[in-house]
């Protein structure tokens, strides 16, 4: 796979990316495509100059993979549930829906049928995926590498991509319900009139580009801080993992198993913070100011 400690880090980093090449392009093999052609990347180099509608598979084929797994199991568990002598199963399912709602009464003040869902949903999906950071390092990518797929990152929540996406999904909620529950002159008004007002019908028009600019901010600031915290976090944990696989055989054993036991508190607060930071959004969203 890689030689170097340095290229070892690297290949680990690298994302199994699927995009198009320009008409001419020199691989890293020495062919050139002849024709403008969507391919797997055989380098970074090659990922890198695949542009922006490039799509990394491995990150996308394990969200969605983690993501039916979720569903798989809570619908099988649903459809079991029983009151006589419930399964291990049905009371981890019971412990789970238990814990989002009394965390959705808690904290969302409003009055809708999806936040439970959605937040019982995030809160699942981001552990699945949080959890694949303690499979070895070399395991998954090893066994994807004899398959014939040059890259292999199993942990999604360590693409930028990904997170991004789950957080500009919550930033359309927060837009949606904002403008339902508040119109869009109550919307407006929120981004314009605060938090600088006056009574003066003069001054406050004058405050109304400042507080456009710090509302503005403010709101574009949600979906980057919740993309930026999982994704950062999560990463981190994973150079970590990396940087130990490069240690000698009894150093790994020495420091992964700490480490893996101090990064499980890790995946379950990241996906307990994301979920809780969103109900919290959709909550002020659904506060009408009138």
Known sequence: MAGSASEYIQHHLQNLTYGKLPAGYE???GTVV????????????EAS???FWAVHV?????????????????????KRATSDQPGGLQNFVEVMVEFVDNS????????????????????????LMNLMDLVPVDFLPQLFHLAGA??????????????????????????????????????????????????????????????LLLEGVSLIAKPISLALRLFGNLYAGELIFILIALLPLWAQWTLSVPWAIFHI????????????????YLSMAHEDSH
């Open 150 to 211: 040059e890259y292999m990152k199993v942990v999604p929540t360590t693409d930028v991509n990904v997170t991004l996406g789950m957080s500009l999904s919550v930033f359309f909620l927060i837009i949606y319900y904002s403008l339902k529950v508040k119109g869009v002159g109550g919307f407006l008004g929120e981004l314009t009139l605060h938090p600088f007002s006056s009574d003066n019908l003069v001054l406050k028009i004058l405050l109304v580009p400042v507080n």
């Open 58 to 78: 491995d990150s996308l084929g394990w969200a969605v993979g983690l993501g039916v797994l979720f569903l798989f199991l809570f619908r099988m568990a649903a």
């Open 104 to 127: 959705v009464k808690e904290t969302f003040h409003g009055k809708n049928k999806v936040i439970a869902p959605l937040a019982l949903t995030i809160f699942c999906w981001i552990f």
């Open 49 to 51: 100059d695949m542009g």
């Open 265 to 280: 508190l890790v995946i379950t607060l990241q996906a307990f913070i994301f979920m809780m930071l969103t109900i919290v």
């Open 34 to 45: 002849d024709e403008a052609t969507w391919t797997l990347a055989h380098t970074a180099q």
């Open 27 to 29: 691989r890293a093999d």
